[in-house]
């Protein structure tokens, strides 16, 4: 702990110094940086960017199911669209393209702040993400790793004591059927009274709106259901930023926290807040390259939250320049 405190007081000791210099001082970095990404995992992103023109008749609420997103998800990518009205040919990103969360690549593993699931196949290399719904403020989910230990079709649902007592006018159980917020698909988790289920509201997908459950659209769950044997591994974690070399392009995926993702939802401008240790991953993930890192860039993403991958350091940029680069001033810290 001592070390990695002194290995961070050098590093904002440096970005002070750094500021000092000028943008046309010209150095020629290239003879002592190493041009290559500090990753060895090819597949740190899964997915695409692409864009969808609206219909007159679309909420966002429709876009984000036909289109494997979470509601405040596709809100935080548009923010200006209006998600109720958003009108007719109106142009949206589908933020479809993500970084992968750190975290064990087995089983499954959620990630509460993008609000997805990210399921590695155990003989396959194509990784499956879905959007999910998590709990509320005063329900949160466990964080760590457990594992499914039953699954079944058509559940029963004994309403918990806790949650009674909060909503006195629900019945004691919800036997199956269209009535049934589990849907018809539930998988019981080592934590007790923890389920990944389906639902039969399928809007609360993509907003924090159970009581710590993770909710998924029934197709999704149905989908992935048949493909989890009971054991499968469970590894839920709260990262707002993400970040990964993706080829030569060092790249952050960051997202609106718990408490501005309730304020998107609400139609709100999110309160602005840091993202601990921020400038200092970047640095450290970028290696001997930090002098490449485009920290406007980065300002921006964290301060937009938009949840869309940015890069924040190209290294094929450079290297096309060949004859090296100025040195950018880092950011305050």
Known sequence: MIRKLQNRRKFCISLGTSLIAT??????????????????N???????ISHVLTRKQDTLLDIARNNNLG?????????????????????????????????????????????????FPKFSTKIKSYPIGTGQDAWDTPHGTTKVIKKVRNPT?????????????????????????LGKHAMYLGWPSYLIHGTNNPWGVGRRVSHGCIRMYPEAIEELFPKLPIGTAVTVVSQE?????????????????????IEIERGKNPTPAPISEMSYRVYKAAGENFKLIDWKKLKQAARERSGIPVTVLNLSEHSNRGEGSEDKPAPRL
């Open 157 to 181: 649902w004994y309403v918990p004591e806790s949650i009674r007592k909060e909503q006195p006018e629900l019945p004691a159980v919800f036997k199956p059927g269209p009535d049934n917020p």
């Open 42 to 48: 090819k597949n740190e992103m899964i997915g695409s």
């Open 71 to 119: 509601f405040v998800e596709l809100l935080a990518a548009n923010p200006r669209v209006d998600p109720w009205l958003p009108g007719n040919r109106t142009k949206l990103i589908l933020p479809n393209a993500h970084i992968l969360p750190s975290g064990p690549r087995e089983g499954l593993l959620l990630n509460l702040i993008d609000q997805r699931l990210y399921y």
């Open 241 to 261: 930023m993400k970040i990964a070399w993706v080829g030569p392009q060092l790249m952050v995926e960051i997202h609106p926290n718990l408490t501005q993702n």
């Open 23 to 40: 943008l046309n001082i010209r150095k020629p970095i290239f003879a002592a940086t190493k041009i290559e990404s500090n990753s060895s």
